[in-house]
Nanobody
């Protein structure tokens, strides 16, 4: 089992920056990748970015490329999402997700953290 807890959401003006983080606990040695998803009101949850836990390879949704950066601190079992040039359409609940050698795809989820971008 892996537990995920997000931190760092909040309110920011358009054009601003915000960093959210996610701390993993439990069977963290078995993590193979982690990622961020988001869900805006009335919309389906969507993929934002993911990172391979061992080699740091990253992948991004087109909508956030060049604005968001996903990173991790393996020693602290922490995942980050640095969000720059934020737009009102980035407003959503941001969820951290993880996958281990033993879990299903994106088998673990955090509780989510609200990010609100005002225009």
């Amino acid at each position: 089992q892996v537990q995920l807890v997000e931190y760092g959401g909040g309110l920011v003006q358009a054009g601003g920056s915000l960093r959210v983080s996610c701390v993993a606990s439990g069977r963290t040695l078995s993590i193979v990748r982690m990622g961020w998803f988001r869900q805006a009101p009335g919309k389906a949850r969507e993929f934002v970015a993911a990172i391979a836990w061992s080699d740091g390879n990253t992948v991004y949704a087109d909508s956030v490329k060049a604005r968001f950066t996903i990173s991790r601190d393996n020693a602290k079992n922490t995942l980050f999402l640095q969000m720059n040039s934020l737009k009102p359409e980035d407003t959503a609940v941001y969820y951290c997700s993880g996958e281990t050698m033993y879990s299903s795809t994106w088998g673990y989820w955090g509780q989510g953290t609200q990010v609100t971008v005002s225009s």
